[in-house]
RNA sequence: GGCGCCGUCGCCAAGUGGUAAGGCAGAGGUCUGCAAAACCUCCAUCCCCGGUUCAAAUCCGGGCGGCGCCUCCA
């Protein structure tokens, strides 16, 4: 598959680096608080990334994704709550795994934790390593890393090495830094701070360390294959991260860099607590939408570009996929055995397309449309009488094989699972409807319907009987 | 000030040299007890101005507009 590699601004045809298992680490959350829909668009896009490496590409994939969970904010929310650290950020953890299961992200296969013993024992090790090739000085008991010991500084962010021009904002002299550039590696104890010391010193790691020494220490070693994140990261995060891999191993600490660009809220702009216009994922279902429409959503606008999120969007894929459950659904009328060769033939070409989309720098809008145009021509294939069940599996297995990569037909089918009326319930009223039909009293069918509508459960008719479905 | 991205139908959004996918919304029709769903038909020449080319939404230059990064940030 091609993928836009940050670090040569290409696109480029990806394949991993040791046989068929593909490396990758992907930043996860700061557990202070629950995470956005921002964060999340960051990881459902990686989330198709990883499925569609695993399920199109045929690669095995290994991914780690970490939880930030030491730095100021959290550090700072805890202390507020009087929580200990690890118990404040236990709470946000477990969140942002309700907020997974519920947009159908799949498990990881490492999540590890900053202040896990043997991460910071890596972080430890590492930071010797830095300190044996020359690339930090200490400084009231921190440790710095000095980035004009390392020509490639800046090579990822493309940064002027002559540096910070008037206007950027630099935070100089907050801790006693040599360049106002130079990053810190392990930050000093400071009173009433948690505190670690494996032989460099009691302290805390600083917030980039962290990502180089577990990646390199769960994914066996640069280079890895993929790092990814949102690109707010690219700088300084990313920059410092290959800094400090590189300055302790000289080798390439990863190969592709991919980063997903940001969403923004319906006037165009970041969310920020200051502005309140932060919502998580908890914020948008309590307001009644479905996970599916929300996961559609991240994914109906290609990774790479900023997207525009508004309450209305998430309306308009709300139906989207209705369309799609309503397809699925209608192939259960078929009832004419055998195939027909123009229905396999539709199958095959969107198999085909789909898979060329997402091999195209992971293009999810162009793999929609793939999508709804089999729906189209499976309808029509359904109303012409020109499918047949034999074709029916087939489409199925089409719609499952999108989905293992997309998991919103998934996601939708988890969110309706629980109706807002009973099944028993509904199953009674439509009996009780149909046997008014039966005998003309449409009045008292039409008042049936109605109430189940107002509960959120609607109605189709067919020839074939009556089905139901979630509003 | 530096670096970079974007501007395609009412809304969302693919397409990056060969004559505009898809979704939502809308109009007309078929079907239906009515409705819903579905199907058929209709609905854009791509922000503006120049240029290159047989050919440009796609390349180049200049505008106008929006956004991001330049050490809190997915």
């Known amino acids: 598959m091609r993928l836009y590699n940050t670090l040569t601004r290409c696109e480029e045809l990806f394949t991993p680096q040791r046989g068929r298992q593909v490396r990758m680490y992907t930043c996860g959350l700061t557990v202070y608080a629950h995470g956005h829909i921002g964060n999340f668009r960051t990881f459902v896009c990686l989330d198709v990334l990883r499925r569609a490496l695993k399920y199109l590409e045929g690669y095995d994939v290994r991914q780690v994704m970490n939880y930030t969970d030491v730095d100021d904010r959290t550090i700072v929310e805890s202390r507020k709550v009087g929580l200990p650290l690890r118990e404040y950020t236990d709470q946000y953890i477990s969140a942002f795994q309700d907020d997974v299961a519920r947009l159908g992200l799949e498990s990881v296969e490492e999540t590890p934790r900053a202040t896990d013993e043997a991460n910071l024992r890596a972080m430890t090790e590492m930071i010797q390593a830095l300190e044996k090739n020359g690339h930090t000085y200490r400084s009231d008991g921190s440790i710095y890393f000095k980035i004009s010991t390392l020509p490639q500084y800046g090579l990822l962010a493309r940064l002027d090495h002559d540096g910070i021009k008037p206007g950027a904002r630099v935070d100089s002299d907050r801790y006693g830094k040599e360049d106002a550039r130079d990053f810190v590696l392990w930050k000093a104890t400071q009173p009433g701070e948690p505190t670690w010391d494996f032989g460099i010193g009691p302290g805390r790691p600083g917030w980039h360390i962290e990502c180089s020494a577990m990646a390199l220490r769960l994914l066996g070693g640069p280079p890895i294959d ?4 949102g690109v707010d990261l690219v700088f300084p995060h990313h920059e410092n991260e290959i800094a400090q891999s590189e300055g302790a191993n000289s080798a390439q600490f990863s190969r592709f860099w991919v980063h997903v660009e940001h969403l923004l809220m319906d006037k165009g702009e970041k969310m920020s607590k200051s502005v309140g216009n932060v919502f998580t994922v908890r914020d948008v279902l ?8 929300l996961r559609y959503v991240l994914l109906s606008v290609h990774y790479r570009k900023q997207l525009k999120f508004t309450w209305d969007s998430l309306a308009q894929a709300d139906e989207a996929l209705t369309r799609v459950m309503d397809c699925l659904a209608r192939l259960d009328t078929v009832t004419r055995p055998g195939a027909q060769p123009e229905v396999a033939k539709k ?8 898979a060329e989309m997402l091999a195209a720098d992971l293009n999810t809008p162009g793999a929609l449309g793939v999508m709804f145009e089999l729906v189209r021509a499976v309808n029509a294939a359904i109303d012409a009488g020109e499918i047949g069940t034999t074709d029916v599996a087939e489409v199925r297995n089409a719609f499952e094989y999108f989905d293992r990569v997309l998991g919103v037909i998934s996601v939708r089918r988890t969110d309706d699972s629980a109706p807002p009326v009973p ?7 439509l009996g009780e409807r149909k046997a008014a039909r039966s005998r003309r009293d449409f009045a008292e069918a ?3 319907r109605d109430e189940l509508v107002e509960r959120g459960i609607a109605l189709e008719d067919s020839a074939g009987g009556t089905r139901w479905k979630r509003k």
Do not use: P, Y
């Open 226 to 229: 993929i790092h990814a994140g």
């Open 446 to 448: 039409d008042r049936i």
């Open 347 to 354: 199958v095959e070409t969107a198999r085909r397309g789909f």
């Open 423 to 429: 099944v028993d319930e509904i199953e009674r009223l």
């Open 286 to 293: 309590e307001k009644g939408h479905r996970a599916s429409a």
